[in-house]
Nanobody, 122 residues
Framework: QVQLVESGGGLVQAGGSLRLSCAAS????????MGWFRQAPGKEREFVAA???????STADSVKGRFTISRDNNKKTVYLQMNSLKPEDTAVYYC????????????????WGQGTQVTVSS
């Protein structure tokens, strides 16, 4: 398994941008599919975006066209660029990993970070 540490969260006004980073430890990062999920207060954790071990991305409809996921295997890091942020994007954002392919289901991921708070003010 890999250990994951997120960073880059914060408070931003609606329409603004943030870039989240997820740094992984371990020698086999390149063989992991990486995902971003989020959880708002009182709601279930939901899929945001993911990128497979060979770089194929997938993005939730709710953020498509605004959020972009990418990975840098040399730095063992996955990024989530978030543009045109809305108040409804406010949540704790979690990074997750699973072997090779990606999935939109929370239970399919074997490693999780501690989360980073994103707050979008109106």
């Amino acid at each position: 398994q890999v250990q994951l540490v997120e960073s880059g969260g914060g408070l931003v006004q609606a329409g603004g941008s943030l870039r989240l980073s997820c740094a992984a430890s371990g020698r086999t990062f390149s063989s992991y599919g990486m995902g971003w999920f989020r959880q708002a207060p009182g709601k279930e954790r939901e899929f945001v975006a993911a990128v497979s071990w060979i770089g194929s991305p997938s993005t939730a409809d709710s953020v498509k066209g605004r959020f972009t996921i990418s990975r840098d295997n040399n730095k063992k890091t996955v990024y989530l660029q978030m543009n045109s942020l809305k108040p409804e994007d406010t949540a704790v954002y979690y990074c997750a990993a699973r072997k090779y392919e990606i999935d939109t289901r929370v239970d399919e991921y074997t490693s999780w970070g501690q989360g980073t708070q994103v707050t979008v003010s109106s």
